[in-house]
Nanobody, 123 residues
């Protein structure tokens, strides 16, 4: 079993910054893509940013130039640096990871989600 634990959410004023951290633990062989999704009240969950095992990032257009995703493969951890935050960034942010576990054949992956962390940006 694999657990993803997020931290770093909170309340910040518009224009401010936050850094989210997600640490994966458990029976991990390797992690392919790690990423962040968010879900605002009344809206569908959407991709914010993702990064593959070769550190190639992908960003939603709405966060390009403001957010930076990175990862530490040795620690099975992904980060999301969020700058110039806007009220429309307010949402629950979820960590996501595509994991190869030790008890499955190589190449077989399972998707895991964290419990979510609230980010609130006040105007």
């Amino acid at each position: 079993q694999v657990q993803l634990v997020e931290s770093g959410g909170g309340l910040v004023q518009a224009g401010g910054s936050l850094r989210l951290t997600c640490a994966a633990s458990g029976s991990i062989r390797s992690i392919n893509v790690m990423g962040w999704y968010r879900q605002a009240e009344g809206k569908q969950r959407e991709l914010v940013a993702a990064i593959n095992s070769r550190a190639r990032p992908t960003y939603a257009d709405s966060v390009k130039g403001r957010f930076t995703v990175s990862r530490d493969n040795a620690k099975n951890t992904v980060y999301l640096e969020m700058n110039t935050l806007k009220p429309e960034d307010t949402a629950i942010y979820y960590c996501n990871a595509d994991v190869e576990t030790k008890n499955k054949p190589s190449g077989y992956t399972v998707e895991y989600w964290g419990q979510g962390t609230q980010v609130t940006v006040s105007s």
